[in-house]
C-alpha cells in the first residue's frame, strides 16, 4: 500500500514536472512567433463552439473573465487586433452577452479604434434588437473622442429608438443632431425636452429646461442665419446682384417673412458682402458650445 501510495506521488509530480515544462515551451515558442500573430492565440469561435460541448455561455463567461485579466500585456501596436478578436470570439459564443460589447468597446477606445468599436456595436445591434448600451457607447466615443458627429448621430438614434424614454439619450441627441449641423431636428429635439420638462419640480428636469432654453435661443439663431444665407445665395444667383436690403428677399418671395432673433432684434446685414449677422450673443461658449 504504501509503495502504491509512493508511485502515485511520483506519478504526480511527474506529470506536474511535464506540464510546467510543456508550458514553458509554449511560452518560449510563442515569444519567437511575429508579434501580430499573438493576438490569435485565443482559438477561433468555430473551434471553440466545438470543444465546448454545448456550453459555449460557460465558455464565453470564462474567455470574458481572462480577457479583462490579460488585455494589457499585448503591446500597443497590436493590442487593438488582439482586442477585436478577443470579444469577437466572445460574442460569436454568446451574442447577447451585452457586457463583452461594452468592454470590448472600452478597451478598443483606448487605442483609439474607433472602426472596430463601430463593427463591434453593430454585431450587438444585429445580435438583440432590444440591446441599446452598446449604441449608447458607441455614440459617446463618436461624439466626444473620435468627434465623429455622422457616426454618433446613427449610434444615438438607434439608442433612442430603443429606450425612448430616457432622458439621458434624448439630451444626448439633441446635442449630437446640434454638432452634425442637423439644426432643425436638434432645435425641435430641444423643444420636446421642454415641452416634457417645464411642469417637473425635480433638479434634473430644471437644468434639462435651463440648458433648453438656452439651446432653443442659439439654434434658432443658427436656422435663421442658415436660412437668411441660403435666400440671399438663391438671390444672388437669380439676380446677378445681392440685394440691398432683406426685406428684399420677402418681396421676391424667397422668404415668406423676415425672422428677427429670439430677443426680438432684426439681423445684421452688410449688402456689400452678403453677410448676415446676429446682434444678440449666444448663451454657450466653450469648446462644445462655442458657435
Same mark, same amino acid.
Given at each position: 500500500?504504501?509503495?502504491? !501510495? ?18 514553458e515551451g ?8 511575429p508579434?501580430? =500573430? *499573438? ?6 469561435s @468555430? ?8 456550453q459555449?455561455? =460557460?465558455? $464565453? ?18 493590442? %487593438?487586433?488582439?482586442?477585436?478578436? !478577443? ?15 461594452? =468592454?470590448?468597446?472600452?478597451?478598443l477606445?483606448l ?28 455614440? !459617446? ?18 439608442a ?5 424614454? #430616457? ?5 444626448? *441627441?439633441? %446635442?449630437?443632431?446640434?454638432?452634425? @449641423? ?9 423643444? %420636446? ?5 417645464? $411642469?417637473?419640480?425635480?433638479?434634473w428636469?430644471?437644468?434639462?429646461? =435651463?440648458?433648453? *432654453? ?14 437668411? !444665407?441660403?435666400?440671399?445665395? *438663391?438671390?444672388?444667383? $437669380? ?31 452688410? #449688402? ?16 462644445? @458650445?462655442?458657435?
Amino acid at each position: 500500500m504504501r509503495i502504491r !501510495t509512493i508511485i502515485g506521488l511520483l506519478a504526480i509530480v511527474a506529470l506536474l514536472c511535464s506540464a510546467y515544462s510543456l508550458h514553458e515551451g509554449l511560452v518560449s515558442l510563442c515569444a519567437t512567433y511575429p508579434t501580430e =500573430f *499573438r493576438s490569435y492565440y485565443i482559438p477561433s469561435s @468555430g473551434f471553440l463552439k466545438v470543444a465546448s460541448l454545448g456550453q459555449e455561455n =460557460f465558455w $464565453a463567461d470564462l474567455v470574458f473573465i481572462w480577457s479583462i485579466q490579460f488585455f494589457d500585456r499585448y503591446a500597443d501596436e497590436v493590442r %487593438d487586433t488582439y482586442l477585436f478578436h !478577443t470579444y469577437d470570439v466572445i460574442t460569436d459564443l454568446d451574442p447577447l452577452f451585452t457586457e463583452a460589447y461594452v =468592454f470590448g468597446n472600452l478597451f478598443l477606445s483606448l487605442d483609439r479604434r474607433w472602426d472596430l468599436i463601430y463593427e463591434l456595436t453593430d454585431k450587438s445591434l444585429e445580435a438583440d434588437p432590444k440591446i441599446w448600451m452598446p449604441a449608447w457607447d458607441a455614440s !459617446t466615443y463618436a461624439f466626444f473622442q473620435a468627434h465623429d458627429y455622422q457616426s454618433a448621430k446613427k449610434y444615438i438614434d438607434c439608442a433612442y429608438e430603443r429606450a425612448p424614454d #430616457s432622458r439621458l439619450i434624448e439630451r444626448m *441627441r439633441a %446635442d449630437v443632431y446640434k454638432y452634425a @449641423g442637423d439644426y432643425e431636428k436638434a432645435l425641435q429635439s430641444w423643444q %420636446d425636452i421642454l415641452n416634457e420638462n417645464e $411642469a417637473k419640480e425635480d433638479s434634473w428636469s430644471h437644468f434639462l429646461v =435651463f440648458t433648453a *432654453r438656452h439651446n432653443i435661443f442659439d439654434l434658432t439663431i443658427k436656422v435663421d442665419l442658415r436660412n437668411l !444665407t441660403a435666400a440671399l445665395d *438663391r438671390y444672388r444667383k $437669380a439676380k446677378g446682384s445681392l440685394p440691398r436690403n432683406l426685406e428684399a428677399l420677402v418681396k421676391a418671395g424667397y422668404l415668406s417673412s423676415l425672422p428677427a432673433d429670439p430677443e426680438g432684434k432684426p439681423y445684421i446685414y452688410k #449688402s456689400n458682402t452678403g453677410e448676415v449677422a446676429c446682434q444678440s450673443p449666444f448663451k454657450f461658449k466653450g469648446r462644445y @458650445g462655442q458657435w
